[in-house]
């Protein structure tokens, strides 16, 4: 009687996280075929370099996986990057550390605020209003930067990054902490399980007196901040930011949370899917430079497991939903 | 009569569920047949293999006398089968005539849509069928309301002259004038010799219009074709439930009505109703009787703060609540259990216990929640409605419709409140689940709770509310004691006087 009923948990848990688990499997795939085919792959330094290759996609990715579970989309994720980056580093260079740091975390919440103001209080297309303010923000960042890059950062921002705890580096630590924070948020917080509730029916929510508008400012404020701290650990490891730095990451953060299973309708998805979407897109980009593969063939190969990620998750839907 | 299909054994299942099993049925020309039976009988999945929506996995379909193993919508097209379904397909953005014309090939001239030629065609339609409540051929659908789609739905199967129409729960919809209309549109049919299909839930439908009735009970028939005028309506239910309902909705008790505990007045939104003014009681059942679109469903809604008010007072237990929020109104003691249960009513994908804890979890001011916490008082509160499920993290939308809408009482029940407004209640639901909502209804009144149902189904309104408020064109037009209510004089109440 008992393994009876933990037979039926188990499979109500594969049931419940299949999509997670597929893919999953493939990553598990992906990371033996590279073992396997290239002696560098496996070595500690690859490894921990591939973590940093992660680390700031990976968060945008947190980030966007809220925007997604409500049912919208930021695309402006990317240049909200750049713009709270561009300004953060050139005070930090001009000014000081603290006021770098401020500036580029109110610029980070305040894009995202305007996002969210846009989309809850007046009601428009999530689609629509990021795609306006990817195009504003990025406008800002090349009329106030001059499309010019900032480097030669200070010293202290190197040594933040090569700051490390029991040996993880900083960037991981980082990714690690806003993982385990994000899941914790929308697992146990009410504003969590709202984020959830509207985005798998808004109107039902609604009819429950709940105040959605208010919640679904939540997740573009989210980006904001998230936007900020990506940029963060990333120009710390690169000492540089240029006007370009967050052009590829719009798209690249939806692309990882698609394949992690999470929907674009809103109500349906995962961090720890995020997180398995995001380390399979680094594995594979890793493993493909190792094997020689052209960045120009990775994009495609990208592609090809988008487009194949969406069409499984769709086969499985209509077969639960026909009748 | 001649006949015109037979289905034979046919079964079918959707995952494990086996929604009809070994089916053999006929039907023939000029007969109106209606299927009946509960939720989750396989009535429309029978309906769907006879259109070709679904492919049955056994048995054969005979259309006079050519045997098929399956159908595909384009063979059923050939044969001139066609069926309205209870899901609208039509197009919003494109005209009524353009709905009902796009896929003929008469009217394409070289390719290119002839608008004239389908604009005529159509008012003829409306002419033949005396329509004259329709707008032009040339609106957009988008334009047009609910029952006014469902109509030009079924304008659009007529106009393809088929042998056979089946119609899934086409009333559900549709308001007392527009249901006459449909009717005197199946009455010709049948003169001209057509078989129709009729599945529905309201059994007073069948004896007005039905020729053979057949029950459906969990995927097998129960009772074929049972000429209607042999029977009547207990033994129909009889047949449904399988148990003998003696008094289906269980007139409901005199108790003493209490306090006044919401009181309306001058109540105004400024677009679908004016002047509303009523009160309701402690243990009190107040009915709202009315045509779709009379204004009833947006009333509610004003009272639970989610559509504004222009003009008018709300008061509950004597405090005014004009200016609260809805989630202010909810912990003040106000409920509202939406019409349309999967648009407004649950979140079908996520998980039964997360539905029925939405309320709870928005009225308590906590950061941090954890679902479990509900637990307990969701397994109680599923006890209390004898939900029928096997695990309360299983999603909302594999159960059935009656007990989905047990879910939704649900998520009010936890809040304890002192008044509860239902808008349709009972809508789409089973007979044997009706029974139950009824009873519950009536508990909540004994306990002194104050009620206002909302309802389309005139002897379910008298059966269980001590008064019934009748709301015609956004005014209230009559308040009835339930002894003096009758079906006549809520109608003549409720139709609009031209």
Redesign the interface.
């Known amino acids: 009687m008992k393994n009876n009923s933990q037979s039926k948990k188990f499979t109500?848990f594969i049931r419940?996280n299949s999509n997670e688990i597929g893919v999953g499997i493939a990553l598990i795939v992906l990371f033996i075929v590279f073992s396997i085919t290239s002696p560098y792959f496996l070595k500690t330094k690859n490894l921990y370099n591939i973590l940093y290759q992660i680390s700031a996609i990976g968060i945008l990715a947190i980030a966007q996986t809220m925007v997604l579970l409500t049912g919208g989309i930021d695309l402006s994720i990317g240049s909200t990057f750049t713009l709270s980056g561009w300004v953060m580093c050139f005070l930090v260079k001009e000014v000081g550390l603290a006021e770098g740091l401020m500036a580029g975390l109110a610029i980070g919440i305040l894009c995202g605020f305007i996002n969210g103001f846009l989309v809850s209080v007046t009601q428009l297309e999530p689609f629509i209003v990021t795609l306006g303010t990817m195009s504003i923000y990025h406008g800002i960042v090349y009329i106030i930067s001059n499309s010019k890059a900032v480097s030669n950062l200070p010293v202290i921002l190197e040594k933040i990054d090569n700051f490390r705890v029991f040996g993880i580096p900083s960037y991981v630590l980082v990714l690690l902490i806003v993982f385990l924070l994000s899941y914790l948020f929308l697992t146990?917080?009410?504003t969590g399980?709202?984020i959830?509730?509207i985005g798998?029916?808004e109107?039902?929510?609604?009819?429950?007196?709940?105040?959605v508008y208010a919640y679904k400012i939540v997740p573009y404020i989210i980006v904001g901040f998230l936007a900020f701290i990506a940029v963060f650990i990333q120009s710390a490891h690169l000492m540089a930011i240029d006007a370009n730095a967050g052009t590829n990451l719009n798209l690249d953060s939806i692309t990882a949370v698609v394949i992690g299973g999470t929907s674009l309708q809103g109500?349906?998805g995962s961090l720890v899917g995020t997180a398995i979407g995001v380390l399979l897109i680094g594995v594979l980009g890793n493993g493909l430079n190792m094997l020689g593969v052209s960045s120009y063939w990775q994009r495609v190969v990208v592609g090809v497991i988008l487009i194949f990620a969406i069409a499984s998750q769709k086969i499985k839907i209509t077969s639960?939903?026909?009748? | 009569m001649e006949k015109v299909l037979e289905v034979k054994k046919i079964s079918k299942a959707f995952g494990g569920i086996k929604a009809l099993l070994g089916v053999d049925l006929e039907f023939r020309c000029g007969e109106v047949h209606c299927i009946v039976g509960e939720n989750g009988a396989g009535k429309s999945t029978l309906g769907k293999i006879i259109a070709g929506i679904h492919t049955p996995d056994q048995g054969e379909l005979t259309f006079k006398d050519l045997t098929y193993k399956e159908l595909n919508p384009t063979i059923a097209k050939e044969l001139r089968i066609a069926m309205v379904t209870q899901e609208l397909n039509l197009m919003p953005h494109l005209t009524i005539a353009e709905n009902i014309f796009m896929f003929e090939k008469r009217s394409y001239i070289n390719g290119i849509l002839n608008r004239k030629l389908i604009n005529r065609e159509t008012e003829r339609l409306f002419e033949q069928f005396n329509l004259s409540n329709l707008p032009s051929a040339s609106t957009k659908v988008e334009n047009l309301t609910l029952a006014q789609q469902q109509i030009v739905e079924i304008i659009k199967a007529i106009s393809q002259k088929n042998n056979l129409l089946i119609f899934d729960e086409p009333t559900t919809t549709l308001s007392i004038t527009e249901v006459e209309q449909l009717f005197s549109l199946i009455r010709r049919l049948k003169k001209e010799n057509v078989s129709i299909i009729l599945v529905t839930h309201r059994l007073k439908e069948i004896f007005e219009i039905g020729d053979v009735v057949t029950v459906l009970c969990d995927g097998q028939i129960v009772k074929s074709r049972l000429p209607v005028k042999d029977l009547n309506e207990h033994e129909l239910v009889k047949y449904m439930v399988g148990r003998d309902i003696k008094d289906f909705f269980g007139v409901k008790e005199e108790i003493e009505i209490g306090r006044p505990v919401l009181e309306i007045e001058d109540l105004s939104d400024g677009v679908s109703f004016r002047n509303i003014s009523f009160t309701v009681h402690e243990s009190e059942v107040l009915g709202f009787a009315g045509l779709i679109g009379a204004g009833r469903t947006e009333i509610m809604e004003t009272i639970f703060g989610i559509r504004e008010q222009i003009s008018g007072s709300i008061r509950l237990n004597g405090e005014l609540i004009n200016t609260l929020t809805t989630k202010q109104r909810v912990r003040k003691g106000i409920s509202f259990v939406p019409e349309d249960r999967k648009g407004k009513g649950l979140a079908i994908d996520l998980p039964i216990c997360s539905n029925m804890s939405q309320v709870e979890m928005n009225q308590k001011d906590r950061l941090i929640v954890n679902e479990r916490q509900f637990e307990m008082q969701n397994l109680e509160i599923a006890k209390k409605l004898a939900l029928k499920y096997h695990s309360l993290n299983q999603k909302a939308n594999s159960l059935s419709g009656g007990n989905q809408q047990k879910v939704l009482l649900a998520k009010w029940l936890s809040q304890n409140p002192s008044v509860y407004i239902f808008d349709e209640p009972t809508r789409g639901i089973d007979v044997g689940t009706k029974t139950e909502v009824y009873d519950l209804i009536k508990n909540l009144a004994k306990e002194g709770k104050a009620i206002i149902m909302v309802s389309s189904e005139l002897q379910e309104l008298i059966a269980i509310c001590d008064r019934i408020v009748v709301i015609n064109e956004g005014r209230v037009a009559e308040i009835f004691q339930r002894k003096d209510a009758t079906e006549p004089k809520i109608l003549k109440e409720m139709i609009p006087v031209k």
């Open positions: 109500e419940n146990y917080t009410k399980r709202m959830y509730a798998s029916n109107l039902s929510a609604r009819y429950s007196g709940v105040p109500g349906r639960k939903t026909k009748k």
